[in-house]
């Protein structure tokens, strides 16, 4: 009796943990196109608008912002970043490109078609990824919380905690908004988590291990951050920090056959 019990408890918790696996399990991908990009560019923000891709690097003295040509990785157009700053995320806002800083507390505007600077706006603690909603400009700075702030005043609105099953999911990224979800790259992984901008729950995750080779791979640094997204032909772009390739993919949903690195 014993016995029988034990196997029956055995197999609920196999059937309870299979269900977990199931429920944690993340979409796969499939490579549509890839483009050539800088090798050189530490990547901290990528946006695709108007048909134009634009590009924010980081690292202290070497940060730039850059407009490209997606097909052939051209740069069209050109900002060195003042050194004292260490750039980070972009968005777009109308004619304006928003670029943030990481530990300067401050935010650099830009006329986008020009890149002439126009001003400047403070805000608390690290910057590290931007996108905005029809209403916000939405920042992440590494940890779980997403904060977001009037495009017009500044002024910060809101603030979510980004969770995981009621766990809190930090080093949240580089920031996308696709299809009314936030799309965050984390920190160091190779997954995109997708985001309700209402509650902060993840609605569920994006496995890009493999896109990039590690043999393709120049330092430990070279990790995935780049998120992009052309609106008008509902195309996916990813890309990292120092790798050589932007690929357009395709998001293929969890349980698909044959989903993960298929050309």
Same mark, same amino acid.
């Given at each position: 009796?014993?016995?029988?019990?034990?196997?029956?408890?055995?197999?609920?918790?196999?059937?309870?943990?299979?269900?977990?696996?199931?429920?944690? *399990?993340?979409?796969?991908?499939?490579?549509?196109?890839?483009?050539?990009?800088?090798?050189q560019?530490?990547?901290?923000?990528?946006?695709?608008?108007?048909?134009?891709?634009?590009?924010? #690097?980081?690292?202290?003295?070497?940060?730039?912002?850059?407009?490209?040509?997606?097909?052939?990785?051209?740069?069209?157009?050109?900002?060195?970043?003042?050194?004292?700053?260490?750039?980070?995320?972009?968005?777009?806002?109308?004619?304006?490109?928003?670029?943030? #800083?990481?530990?300067?507390?401050?935010?650099? /505007?830009?006329?986008? *078609?020009?890149?002439?600077?126009?001003?400047?706006?403070?805000?608390?603690?690290?910057?590290?990824?931007?996108?905005?909603?029809?209403?916000?400009?939405?920042?992440?700075?590494?940890?779980?919380?997403?904060?977001?702030?009037?495009?017009?005043?500044?002024?910060? #609105?809101?603030?979510?905690t980004?969770?995981?099953?009621?766990?809190?999911?930090?080093?949240?990224?580089?920031?996308?908004f696709?299809?009314?979800?936030?799309? *965050?790259?984390?920190?160091?992984?190779?997954?995109?988590a997708?985001?309700?901008?209402?509650t902060?729950?993840?609605?569920?995750?994006?496995?890009?291990?493999?896109?990039?080779? *590690?043999?393709?791979?120049?330092?430990?640094?070279? /990790?995935?951050?780049?998120?992009?997204?052309?609106?008008?032909?509902?195309?996916?772009?990813? #890309?990292?920090?120092?790798?050589?390739?932007?690929?357009?993919?395709?998001?293929?949903?969890?349980?698909a056959?044959?989903?993960?690195?298929?050309?």
């Open positions: 009796m014993l016995c029988r019990a034990a196997r029956r408890f055995t197999f609920i918790a196999a059937v309870v943990l299979c269900t977990a696996c199931e429920t944690f *399990a993340a979409d796969g991908y499939r490579i549509v196109h890839t483009y050539p990009h800088d090798q560019a530490f990547t901290q923000g990528l946006i695709f608008v108007d048909g134009h891709l634009y590009e924010s #690097t980081g690292i202290e003295g070497k940060s730039s912002l850059r407009e490209e040509d997606l097909e052939t990785g051209r740069i069209l157009q050109f900002h060195d970043v003042p050194s004292r700053y260490f750039a980070e995320g972009l968005t777009e806002w109308g004619s304006t490109l928003i670029q943030l #800083t990481w530990q300067s507390h401050m935010a650099l /505007v830009y006329d986008r *078609a020009s890149f002439r600077f126009l001003r400047s706006f403070q805000y608390d603690g690290e910057g590290w990824g931007l996108t905005h909603d029809s209403k916000s400009l939405i920042l992440s700075d590494g940890t779980a919380t997403l904060r977001f702030y009037d495009p017009a005043t500044f002024h910060e #609105t809101k603030s979510i980004v969770t995981d099953h009621g766990k809190p999911a930090d080093q949240l990224n580089e920031l996308e696709i299809h009314g979800q936030i799309y *965050a790259n984390v920190w160091h992984s190779d997954r995109i997708r985001i309700s901008p209402a902060g729950a993840v609605l569920g995750w994006i496995d890009l291990g493999g896109l990039l080779p *590690a043999s393709q791979h120049s330092s430990a640094e070279a /990790v995935l951050n780049g998120i992009a997204y052309d609106s008008a032909h509902d195309r996916l772009f990813v #890309t990292g920090k120092l790798w050589p390739k932007i690929f357009e993919i395709q998001v293929v949903p969890k349980k056959p044959g989903a993960r690195g298929k050309k």
